[in-house]
């Protein structure tokens, strides 16, 4: 099939292309690399059933059909892009996921949204489950990524039932993996990075709240098992096994065989308490489940930024 992925330089999307060519779909990427990494997909060039185009989704987007699947993946992903460029994470999510509707209704294509666990806000039901409707602040330093995605999941759902438009929406829970940049804030790339350069790593609060983790490799299973189903509500995709932060760091520390002093700093503001997604949905929809443990998906992380960023001097 002929597919496109917006945001397909980024840390998932390029594992999900990689995974799509792999199948032997054509590929067609595009980003405007405002976060994702070129060289993230410069690999897949000789496949020949791969193409970049660098370009923002909220822009008149210079693809046409006929496709088949849209994933679309771009947005910026994290505290800090979502502080210093709010107005850029609100017009992705808004601009951009309807430029991508209006491209999947055109070419009648199944277009799968990549929202996200933040729709849940503080949430107060746990773990979180898809009837919860959230808890969020729509005017805190959160709240472009959290309110975007959850504008952009109510039009995905309005285009489905006003156009016919064939949708899936997927809520990522916390991912991790090789090529999340080690700059991006992310608790995972950050900690490993200092732990490997002997630096104290940050923990905001007191590093009680609670995240559950998901290998990248799992989490793109769980996207193309759903582009593929009958089912055009949210689903939940996430590991949920829970655990504090504070735990992480130590955990990070001893798999890097680091020496590093845990540094606490003050709490961010709207930083969730507890996250923990309820995947039984997509259990029983989709067989879906994580399989990769989290030590050998962290030591797997922390190889990478040994070898592959130490090479580029990040």
């Not at 993996?177 to 950050?190: F, K, L, S, V, Y």
Request: contains cysteine.
């Amino acid at each position: 099939m002929r597919m496109l992925v917006t945001g397909g330089a980024g840390f998932l999307g390029s594992h999900l292309a990689d995974r799509l060519v792999a199948d032997g779909h054509e590929v067609i990427c595009l980003d405007n690399l405002s976060s994702g990494r070129r060289r993230n997909v410069e690999h897949l060039d000789a496949s020949g059933r791969f193409r970049f185009i660098e370009a923002d989704v909220v822009d008149p987007l210079p693809v046409r059909g006929p496709l088949d699947r849209i994933y679309h993946l771009a947005s910026p992903v994290t505290c800090i892009h979502h502080v210093a460029r709010p107005i850029a994470t609100l017009r992705a999510a808004a601009e951009g996921t309807r430029n991508v509707l209006d491209l999947a209704t055109e070419c009648g294509a199944v277009m799968l949204l990549a929202s996200t666990s933040e729709v849940y806000g503080d949430p107060l039901v746990h773990p979180q489950v898809e009837t919860d409707v959230g808890h969020v602040n729509p005017i805190g330093l959160r709240s472009p990524y959290d309110e975007g995605k959850r504008f952009a999941e109510a039009l995905t759902v309005a285009y489905a039932r006003q156009r016919g438009t064939k949708v899936r929406i997927a809520r990522i829970f916390n991912t991790y993996g090789p090529r999340m940049r080690p700059d991006d804030g992310r608790a995972i790339p950050t900690f490993i990075v200092c732990a490997l350069a002997g630096r104290p790593l940050p923990v905001f609060g007191n590093g009680r709240q609670t995240r559950s983790f998901c290998y990248v490799s799992d989490m793109i299973e769980g996207l193309v098992c759903l582009a593929e189903a009958q089912y055009d509500r949210p689903v939940n995709f996430g590991n949920p096994d829970e655990m504090t932060v504070l735990e992480l760091a130590r955990e990070i520390q001893a798999l890097a065989g680091a020496s590093s002093a845990l540094e606490l700093r003050p709490p961010m503001e709207d930083d969730p308490v507890r996250r923990r997604p309820d995947i039984a949905l997509a259990k029983r929809l989709l067989g879906w489940e994580p399989k990769v443990p989290r030590a050998e998906g962290l030591k797997r992380t922390i190889k990478y930024y040994r070898t592959e960023e130490s090479l580029c001097g990040l």
